[in-house]
């Protein structure tokens, strides 16, 4: 069931998909999740992300069926010659977050959540011992 579904949103989103292929958009994950089509991908810049949102737009206004976590570089490190930051993000612990509930957030899947801890040796000497309002490092 779910692989019918994979396919019938791929289907429906198959021009967004060209359109990120065509841009030179990395990839990372198409599955479904939520019973929604998600796509994981980096954009090589800020103008690029726009535009898959656009197309995302012509296809369905209101994307229902549809999670979109798109990274692009920041500008102004672009500008500045340094390295594009589209990998590395940050989020701030709220109350009630676990490592493995990050890693589910941001990658799908919460066993990946050792790489959210080795980013971060300098502020945690454990995993399980996250305190709300911590700055992490998303990988």
Same mark, same amino acid.
Request: aromatic share 8%; proline share 6%; glycine share 2%.
């Given at each position: 069931?779910?692989?019918? @579904? ?19 958009? @990395?990839? %990372?994950?198409v599955h479904i999740q939520d019973d929604k089509l998600l796509i @994981? ?14 197309? +995302? ?9 549809? +999670?979109?976590? =798109?990274? #692009? ?6 500008a500045a010659g340094g390295r594009p930051t589209s990998t590395m @993000? ?10 493995? *509930? =990050?890693? *589910?957030?941001?990658?799908?899947? #919460?066993? %990946?959540?050792?790489?959210?801890? *080795? ?10 011992? +996250? *305190?709300?309002?911590?700055?992490? +490092?998303?990988?």
């Open positions: 069931m779910a692989k019918d @579904r994979l396919e019938e949103l791929k289907s429906k989103y198959q021009s967004v998909l060209n359109f990120m292929e065509s841009q030179n958009v @990395r990839l %990372q994950n @994981r991908a980096t954009a090589p810049s800020q103008e690029i992300k726009h535009k898959i949102w656009e197309q +995302i737009k012509l296809v369905d206004p209101k994307y229902a069926d549809l +999670i979109a976590d =798109i990274q #692009a570089p920041m500008a102004a490190a672009a @993000r940050t989020y701030k612990v709220q109350p009630g977050d676990t490592l493995s *509930k =990050i890693s *589910k957030e941001f990658y799908g899947d #919460a066993n %990946q959540y050792m790489k959210i801890f *080795k980013a971060n040796t300098d502020k945690l000497s454990d995993p399980n011992k +996250i *305190k709300p309002g911590m700055d992490l +490092i998303i990988p």
